[in-house]
């Protein structure tokens, strides 16, 4: 194919997505769901898993891929029924296109809105996990944007077989299958990363170093976020128990995610609930290094060095500091962690509202896992990434940060130079 | 004074202003609008400006400055009065820092809200408009940022003089004067594109030219518009005397503007209208310059180019193109324009709503000005700029674009392994 017409093509799809109902867009959802779930649509796409599956296996006994990647590549009936349920609640959500968020009389006929409305084109390049390309166009379709999806090879057959049961979802529709376009090479990618008169946002998931390229090539704005290093503080007024457990959840449910902790930070008076962490986290299998001051409450420990506070591990390895205040561990939060998600454990209230007050980051937790952070978790249904950038949607983007919005005007006849000290005033009178 | 320490004593300052309260915050604006007005602070401004505006006659004289930026360079009396209610105005604004926009209950004992932040550091760069400086720092301090500001040469004593009020006020309040710094060199500010760990947002103003010279330097998000090439389509069903009052003011009141139109694209089903528009646009001596299917109407009319469609003239020069029905149109607005403003005339309300349906661009108006696009006729108080980006803040930017938000949860010790299939259950009840 030729890539730019393809997404010429795609822009226009896009125009036709925007322009759907609420309920159109609902029963789109809904049919992708059914689709999923069809005997012959089901065997086609665990038959092509399957075969993503032992070349992955193949490759893993070679020793050239990690198995806990050849876990997430697996696509079972079980995990299709979830995906497939994901793609119903989202269908069930409010509409979000269309929105109509400032409604302001500026003046007698002169009506100013603020409407939401899709991106238009976006570009998503993912890992090896089939799962999320569904989830990716649900959130896509769920605001009325064209996707152009890129994901991890190892899935390239599982892809293949998702992306042929959402063409047919479109093309029942009336749609253009090229609202959905999978890409299957990295060139193609670099490519893409080239169009920024045709693509509004890149959502770029993958390592540091890739993040690092993608940004450093194209001029689309990117959503991302390079780094996930999290941080679990134990205040003085921690309770051991809950923070053996936040942290165990924290550190052990998913090391590789970029919600999970890599550093543990501890108040001089929360020795018991260091030694509680300590213990569960040891029990785990978690290779602990310390700084000086934890070493000499736990001698056996590994020292860390300098570079460990700047690491992330993405295995199940922590790093231990002890700060002397709850200032100490806001600063080195300051310094060292990566404005993803931050989280305090403790009982004093006090405390606990400093540290959500004063930390710069995307989300900040008191008493809960750094897991949370998730757009499914938090409720938006699903999520396309998760973001440590400021501007626009910051932490888990879900169908909102997939939206902008447009200033609508409609007047009589007015032109600005009849409004000033000699002409008409302004009313800026909310409706809503 | 060492930049980069001065950017990081603004950062401390940002994050004292941020945790103002809404009263202390409107004050500190009240506070700075009385200041301006003051008699002896008024007088020094007013020399200063005065020493500014000498400076500025002399170098247009050497035909080295526009008349129209000595005009705009001036700052007198009213103008000041008009600024310092601008402040006022801006002070009694509701308070957007600190908004809960999200306050969902995930569970029993566990709550997600997300609360409205400032984004830290704001860089601004803008052109030598003394009171544009003022309405700047009100925007930042209304949405708790510091800001590290520079503005236009030919401004230099002016801008000083404003600063100097603005930091006795910050002193006043009790806050470092660093929560607004002033660059006087070009040098200052490359050297502040090279501090993106320390600048969370660059607000660029300008030519053309400088905003692309902005965003190929630095790795800040940078918001702006390149540029501003907006269109007045006359549909056939426009009134030809509103068809008139509507171009002379979107061209002529004030050219330089972005929001100011470029080309006049009209239906052949317009003709009374387009000579309506010719003769009222020609009376005020703006150059037409008409496509082939204009001059058959118009034989003494200048001819366009394909450049034309392309230009922002800037100046009382117009382009004018047939375009056969409303699709044709949109296609050229699609083709041509930047995204800016486009607005239709007709008294159809179908083609309208087709119209603002379609056109992607940040604001689409119905029957009044392109000139409308505008914080303060937008009823946002005042604007740092003008975005066409479609991410984060879209068209005049207020408080809210230079906002941020984080994702705020209080647990009671619950990690995310606690809930799933044979675990607890989300809630996902929205509090508000």
Known sequence: ??????????????????????????????????????PATQEAIVAANAADMANARLAEERGELDPALTKRLGLDA?????????????????????????????????????VTCPLGVLGVVFEARPDALVQIAGLAWKSGNAAVLKGGR????????????????????????????????????????????????????GSSQFIHHVRAHTRIPVMAHADGICHLYLHGAADPAM????????????????????????????????????????ARGVELRGCAETRRRHPAMKPATGADWDTEYGALTL?????????????????????????????????????????????????????????????LGAEVGISTDKLHAR????????????????????????YGPSGRQYLHRDVI
Chains 1, 2 share one sequence.
């Not at 008191?366 to 499914?376: P, V």
């Open 1 to 38: 194919m030729d890539l730019r017409e393809t997404i010429i093509a795609a822009r226009v799809a896009a125009r036709h997505l925007a322009a759907l109902t609420g309920a159109e867009r609902s029963k789109l959802l809904e049919d992708f769901a059914a689709a999923l779930l069809r």
């Open 78 to 114: 079980a995990k299709l029924a979830a995906v497939a349920d994901g793609l119903r609640q989202l269908g069930a959500m409010p509409e979000l296109v269309g929105r109509v968020t400032t409604h302001r009389q500026l003046d007698d006929g002169l009506i100013l809105r603020r």
């Open 154 to 205: 190892e899935a390239r057959a599982s892809n293949r077989a998702l992306t042929d049961v959402a063409h047919q979802v479109l093309r029942a529709h009336g749609l253009d299958e090229r609202a959905l376009v999978l890409l299957e090479d990295r060139s193609d990618v670099d490519a893409l990363l080239a169009m920024d008169d045709l693509v509004d946002m890149m959502v770029a998931r």
């Open 243 to 282: 923070a053996a457990h936040i942290a165990i959840d924290a550190k052990c449910s998913y090391p590789a995610a970029c919600n999970a902790i890599e550093t543990l930070l501890w108040d001089p008076a929360a020795g018991a609930a260091l030694d509680a962490c300590v213990a569960a986290l040891g």
């Open 319 to 379: 790093s231990i500091r002890q700060r002397d205040n709850l200032a100490g561990a806001l600063a080195h939060i300051a310094a060292h962690g990566s404005r993803h998600t931050e989280a305090i454990v403790t009982e004093d209230p006090v405390a606990a509202e400093r540290f959500l007050a004063e930390v710069d980051a995307a989300c900040v937790f008191h008493n809960a896992s750094t897991r949370f952070a998730d757009g499914y978790r938090f409720g």
């Open 395 to 418: 932490g888990p983007v879900g169908v909102e940060g997939l939206l902008t919005y447009r200033w609508l005007l409609a007047g009589s006849g007015q032109g600005a130079t009849d």
